[in-house]
């Protein structure tokens, strides 16, 4: 297929990027600027220049492909709401490109969505945590999910907290890496017990591709292979690689230093099982867990 690939120079995207060349398939890619434009260029990617701000002209670049894969998104905690009112308006541009084709849309969400899953593992069929403002990207996959309805082959991708691998991982492991550098302190949320679910960035890469040659209309997959890490033992394997102490904040004091959004992550339970994405055909195999990849971290 001759995929339109967003944010294809971003940390999933670029692996996603590579896995769709491994099997085969051709990328136009979504540039905000020529510079990014000359990067897509030179790893043989088709580059678009465009904005989710400005979703129209995405229309065209969308409707001259074979399918959409939408890895990007505008992650401004500071209005969670207008982030996932921009995600809509991408979505309802992607929509009216696709409709009547039979094409494959690819979204991505997360599982914030389910807010805090306490003891449990969560599955597809969980109901979404209503009473959560992370919740709200709920929407988004809503506008994905009623799209099948229109002759759209559209899947969301529920990505876990914790992606990770190739040295580095999304924001928040870099991100208290460097805090911990700063401050002398590995900082978590009192009393730490809180567990998440995680995934290496080449294996949720590869699942990309996988939805997009093989998931039916309107279905939903979580991307989590690894639970039960609490956010103690993830400050703890910082504190080890950065020679520092390790100290539990309380929420406000969470808040205070991280903002209200990424402190609401590291204030849930948030695990989920991929079942149903393993019986699509799925097969992780990360040789490291996030723990482990962590504790590999280049300084």
């Known amino acids: 297929m001759n995929v339109f690939l967003t944010g294809a120079t971003g940390y999933i995207g670029s692996v996603v990027a590579e896995k769709l060349q491994a099997a085969g398939h051709t990328i136009v890619g979504l540039a905000r600027n020529e510079a990014t434009a000359e990067k897509l260029a030179k790893r043989d990617i088709k580059p678009f220049i465009g904005d989710l701000q400005n979703p129209e ?6 409707r001259q492909t074979d399918g959409v894969i939408h890895t990007a998104f505008i992650h401004n905690f500071d209005d969670w709401a207008g982030a996932v009112q921009t995600d809509c308006r991408v979505i309802a541009a992607f929509t009216c490109a696709l409709a009547g084709a039979g094409k494959p849309l690819i979204a991505t969400s997360d599982t914030s969505v389910l807010g805090d899953t306490g003891a449990d593992i969560a599955d597809e069929g969980d109901a979404i945590a209503s009473n959560f403002f992370l919740a709200e990207r709920a929407k988004a996959e809503a506008a994905v999910i009623h799209a099948s309805k229109q002759n759209i082959r559209s899947v969301v991708l529920r990505l876990p907290l914790y992606i990770y691998g190739r040295g580095g991982g999304t924001s ?7 805090a911990a550098q700063e401050s002398g302190v590995a900082y978590y949320i009192a009393p730490g017990e809180h567990q998440v679910s995680a995934v290496d960035v080449d294996d949720v890469a590869q699942l990309y591709v996988l939805a997009l040659e093989k998931a ?7 991307a989590a292979t690894q639970s039960g ?6 400050a703890q394997a910082i504190s080890d690689i950065v020679s520092c102490k390790i100290e539990g904040i309380s929420l406000e004091q969470a808040t205070q230093q991280w903002g209200r959004g990424i402190a609401a992550f590291f204030s849930i339970n948030n695990q989920t099982t991929a079942n149903k994405a393993i019986q699509l055909g799925w097969q992780p195999q990360a040789a490291l867990s996030l723990l482990e990849d962590i504790a590999h971290y280049q300084l």
């Open 229 to 234: 890490i609490s956010e103690k033992a993830i």
């Open 57 to 62: 002209p995405l229309i065209d670049a969308a």
């Open 172 to 178: 928040y492991i870099p991100m208290r890496v460097q």
């Open 216 to 222: 039916p209309a309107g279905s939903i997959y979580h």
